[in-house]
C-alpha cells in the first residue's frame, strides 16, 4: 500500500509544479512585474542611495530590481562562474579597470542607448569605459555608463601639519620636529596602487604605452622607489603600513599627513569619542623631477552582462543610475565625486572640490588586460626594496621576469585522439568485466540478495558523487585545458610538464613547484609534530581525575579550535605587526627588562620569521584537534593495566610508553593523517598571515594554485594542474604510510 501512495503523492506533486510554472508563464504574458538582478560592492551612504534610486525607479516602472551585495575582492570571480551559466545580474557596479578582463571572458556587453553621451561626463570618465574594437578595422564601444570617481588625495592634521605639502620631500624635515610615536605621512607603501602616485612623479607607470608590456622598470621606477626608501629610513613613513594602520594614525592623531581615497572620510566619521580635524588637498609635486604626483583614477560604472544588455528594461536601470538627479544625490548623500560634467560639486564641500582638483590631475587606471598582471610583481618588487632584500634595479628586473612568465602565450593545441582512445579503451574494458559478471549466476543472485542494502545507501552514493566525485573529475578535466571553460582548448598534459619542468626554468629557482613542495611538506611536518605533542601532552594533564577545574581548562582550549580559523588568522597575523603587534611589544618589553636592546622584529621580511609566524598560528588552531582526540583515546585505557604496570614497578614514564601511547596509538593514526591533510593544504593560514611573504617563500601549493587562478591571469587550467597534483600526492602519502592497514 505504501509504494502507491508514494507514486500518487509524486505525481501530485509533479502536477503542482507545471501548472506553477504554467501559471508563471500566463502571468508574465499578461503584465507581471519584470526582475533585475543588480550586483555591487556598496556599503553605507552609497548603498543608502542606490536603495533610493531603485526605489523611485521601481515606482516609476513595473520593474523589481533585486539587489545583491558582494566583497570587492571576490567580486571578479563570483561574477566570471555565475554570468557564463545564466545565474549571473543582468548588471552590475565594478571598477573600470576590470573591463578589459571582463570582455575578454564575455562577461560584459555594450550599453548601447544607456550611455547619454560623452558630453555628459568628464573626459577621464569618458575614455575609460570605452574600449577598442576587438576585430580588425572595428568601431569601439562603450562598456559602462559611468557613475563616480575615486582617487587617493592629501589628508593633513591642521594641529600637526602647517598646511598642504608643496613638495613631497617636506615630510622629513617636518618628520624631525614631530613627537616620538608621530609620522610625518601615513600611506601604504609597500602597495602598488599608493606608490603610484611617487611613479607618476617621475614620469613611470605600471603598464607600458602599448598596454600589454611591464612598465614598471627603467630609471623613472628605480628613482620612485629609491624616494619611498628614502621616506621610509628617514622615520617619515611608517613600515609595513596597511589601510587599516594608516586610518589608525591618522584617527589617532599620530600622522600628520596621509595619502588615502574618500574612504579615509568615511572611517574618520565612524570613529567614536573626539573627532580628529583635519583637511584634504591635492597630492604636492616632488621636488627631485619637479612634476605633480598624480595617482591612479578609478571610475564606478554600470556595467551589462549580455543577457541583460538585450533587455529594455535593464538599460533603462543603468541610464536612471547615472541621470544628474542621481548624480547630485550621491555627491550630497555619499560625498562621492560624480563622474559626470554637468553636476558641480556641492557649495561648501570642501572634500568633495580637493577630490575634483585632483581628479583634474589624475591619471585614469588602464583597462587592459595585462594591468592584472602588473599587481603581484610591482608589491613584490616594492617590498623587496623597502625590505633591504634588493636594489631597485634588481627587483624591477625580477618583477619584470615574473610579469613575463606570467603573460607567455599559453600551450599550443593538443589532439585529443590519444586521450579519447584510452578514455574508450577504459569504457570498453568496464562493459566486458560487467557483462561478464552479469552472466555469472552468483553475481546475480548476490546482487538480487543486495537490492534492499543498495536502497539504503543509494541516497549516500548520490551525495557523495554529486558533492566530490563529479568536482573532482571535474577538476581533472580543466587541467586539460586552457582558458575559460567555455571558451577554452585542449592542451592534453602540457599545463603537468610546465609544472613539472619550472616553466623552463631552473628546477629550484624561487616558486617552482619542487621549491614549493619543500616548503609545504616542512610546513606539514612541523605543524602535525607540534600539533601531536601539544595536543596528546594536554590531554595527557587533563585526564587526571584528581585535577581541580579541568572542565573548565578542557572549554577553554577547545576555544581556538571552535573560532573561524580565518578570524584566527587575521588576530594573530595583527599581532606580529612589525610595531604594533602584541608579539612585537612582549619581546621588547622582556629584552628591557633583561637590560637589552632590540629592534622591532619584521616579521614578514624573512622567510625564517614568516615561516614562524604561520607555524605559531596553525598549532594555535590544530592542537585541540588532537587534545580531543587523546582525551576520548585515553579513556578506552584499562586501569586494571595500569595498575598491573605501577605494581611490577614500572615508572610512570615506562607505563606512558608502554601502555598507555601504544593502547591509544590506534585512535592517534587516523588523527595524524587528518590533520597532515588539512595542514597541507591549509590556505587560509598562509594566505591570511604571511601571504606568501617575502617574495612568496612561505607560499605552500594549494596557496599557489590560488595565484595561478585568480592573481596571474586568471590561468583556471594550472591550478587545476596544481590541484590534481595535490591530490595525487595526498593519495599518494596516505597509500604509503598504510593508514588504512594501521587503523584496521
Not at 476 to 497: E, I, M, Q, W
Not at 707 to 721: D, I, K, L, N, V
Request: a neutral charge; charged letters at 20%; glycine letters at 8%.
Amino acid at each position: 500500500m505504501r509504494r502507491p501512495r508514494l507514486v500518487a503523492c509524486l505525481c501530485a506533486l509533479l502536477c503542482a509544479l507545471l501548472w506553477l510554472q504554467t501559471s508563471g508563464a500566463e502571468a508574465r504574458a499578461d503584465g507581471e512585474t519584470e526582475r533585475i538582478t543588480l550586483w555591487h560592492a556598496y556599503r553605507g551612504a552609497e548603498l543608502e542611495v542606490l536603495e533610493q534610486l531603485i526605489q523611485q525607479f521601481e515606482a516609476e516602472r513595473r520593474v523589481e530590481v533585486e539587489t545583491l551585495p558582494l566583497a570587492y575582492d571576490a567580486f571578479a570571480s563570483k561574477l566570471a562562474a555565475a554570468i557564463p551559466l545564466g545565474e549571473g545580474p543582468d548588471l552590475f557596479i565594478d571598477a573600470h579597470e576590470r573591463l578589459g578582463s571582463y570582455r575578454k571572458e564575455q562577461l560584459v556587453a555594450p550599453v548601447g542607448d544607456a550611455y547619454p553621451g560623452d558630453a555628459a561626463f568628464t573626459e577621464p570618465a569618458a575614455r575609460a569605459v570605452l574600449l577598442p574594437a576587438i576585430e580588425a578595422g572595428g568601431e569601439p564601444a562603450v562598456y559602462g555608463v559611468p557613475l563616480s570617481q575615486k582617487c587617493v588625495a592629501l589628508y593633513y592634521n591642521p594641529a600637526l601639519a602647517p598646511g598642504p605639502l608643496e613638495t613631497l620631500e617636506q615630510v622629513i624635515a617636518l618628520q624631525q620636529n614631530l613627537p616620538k610615536g608621530t609620522y610625518a605621512l601615513a600611506y601604504e607603501a609597500k602597495n602598488a596602487y599608493a606608490h603610484a602616485p611617487l611613479l607618476a612623479g617621475f614620469g613611470g607607470g605600471l603598464l607600458a604605452p602599448d598596454d600589454q608590456s611591464f612598465g614598471f622598470v627603467g630609471e623613472p621606477a628605480e628613482r620612485a622607489l629609491a624616494l619611498a626608501l628614502q621616506l621610509l629610513e628617514t622615520g617619515a613613513v611608517p613600515a609595513d603600513a596597511d589601510g587599516a594602520l594608516v586610518t589608525s594614525l591618522f584617527r589617532s592623531g599620530k600622522a600628520a599627513y596621509a595619502i588615502s581615497g574618500p574612504w579615509l572620510a568615511a572611517d574618520l566619521a565612524k570613529g567614536e569619542g573626539p573627532k580628529v580635524p583635519y583637511e584634504v588637498a591635492p597630492l604636492p609635486t616632488i621636488a627631485a623631477s619637479g612634476e605633480r604626483m598624480r595617482p591612479l583614477l578609478t571610475v564606478e560604472s554600470v556595467m551589462l552582462s549580455p543577457d541583460g544588455a538585450a533587455r529594455a528594461e535593464v538599460r533603462a536601470l543603468a541610464g536612471h543610475l547615472a541621470t544628474r538627479e542621481a548624480a547630485a544625490l550621491r555627491q550630497r548623500r555619499a560625498h562621492t565625486l560624480s563622474a559626470r560634467a554637468d553636476v558641480p560639486v556641492p557649495p561648501g564641500d570642501a572634500l568633495l572640490a580637493a577630490f575634483s582638483e585632483q581628479a583634474k590631475h589624475s591619471v585614469p587606471m588602464p583597462t587592459a588586460v595585462a594591468m592584472r598582471s602588473t599587481w603581484e610583481p610591482a608589491n613584490r618588487a616594492i617590498r623587496k626594496v623597502l625590505r633591504g632584500d634588493a636594489s631597485p634595479a634588481e627587483a624591477l628586473e625580477s618583477a619584470r621576469k615574473q610579469f613575463d612568465d606570467v603573460r607567455r602565450p599559453p600551450p599550443p593545441r593538443a589532439s585529443p585522439t590519444p586521450l579519447l582512445l584510452i578514455t574508450g579503451g577504459l569504457i570498453l574494458f568496464g562493459a566486458f568485466a560487467l557483462v561478464r559478471r552479469a552472466r555469472d549466476p552468483e553475481a546475480r543472485a548476490a546482487l538480487r540478495k543486495s537490492l534492499p542494502a543498495y536502497a539504503y545507501v543509494a541516497h549516500a552514493v548520490l551525495a557523495v558523487g554529486l558533492l566530490v566525485i563529479a568536482p573532482l573529475l571535474v577538476g581533472a578535466a580543466t587541467s586539460l585545458f586552457v582558458g575559460r571553460p567555455d571558451a577554452g582548448y585542449y592542451v592534453g598534459l602540457a599545463n603537468f610538464v610546465e609544472i613539472l619542468t619550472a616553466r623552463g626554468g631552473p628546477l629550484l629557482a624561487s616558486g617552482s613547484f619542487y621549491v614549493v613542495l619543500l616548503v609545504t611538506v616542512l610546513w606539514t611536518a612541523v605543524n602535525v609534530f607540534f600539533h601531536l605533542a601539544l595536543g596528546v601532552g594536554l590531554g595527557l594533564i587533563l585526564s587526571r581525575e584528581n585535577m581541580r577545574l579541568r572542565g573548565l581548562y578542557r572549554v577553554l582550549l577547545i576555544i581556538p579550535w571552535a573560532v573561524p580559523n580565518y578570524v584566527t588568522a587575521l588576530a594573530w597575523k595583527g599581532m606580529f605587526h612589525r610595531q604594533f603587534g602584541a608579539v612585537t611589544g612582549l619581546i621588547l618589553e622582556c629584552n628591557r627588562w633583561l637590560g637589552t636592546e632590540l629592534e622591532p622584529i619584521a616579521w614578514f621580511a624573512r622567510f625564517s620569521t614568516a615561516f614562524t609566524a604561520n607555524v605559531a598560528t596553525n598549532v594555535w588552531l590544530g592542537f585541540p584537534f588532537m587534545m580531543v582526540v587523546t582525551l576520548g583515546a585515553l579513556t578506552s585505557v584499562p586501569k586494571d593495566a595500569l595498575e598491573a604496570a605501577e605494581v611490577d614497578g614500572a615508572s610512570r614514564w615506562q607505563r606512558l610508553r608502554y601502555v598507555t601511547l601504544p593502547m591509544i596509538r590506534p585512535a592517534l593514526i587516523p588523527a595524524v593523517t587528518l590533520g597532515a591533510i588539512w595542514t597541507f593544504n591549509m590556505f587560509n593560514v598562509v594566505f591570511l598571515v604571511s601571504g606568501g611573504e617575502p617574495d612568496g617563500t612561505t607560499d605552500i601549493l594549494v596557496s599557489e594554485a590560488y595565484r595561478w587562478a585568480f592573481t596571474r591571469g586568471a590561468q583556471y587550467g594550472y591550478a587545476a594542474a596544481y590541484a590534481v597534483l595535490i591530490f595525487l600526492l595526498l593519495t599518494l602519502v596516505t597509500r604509503v604510510t598504510g593508514f588504512g592497514h594501521e587503523s584496521k
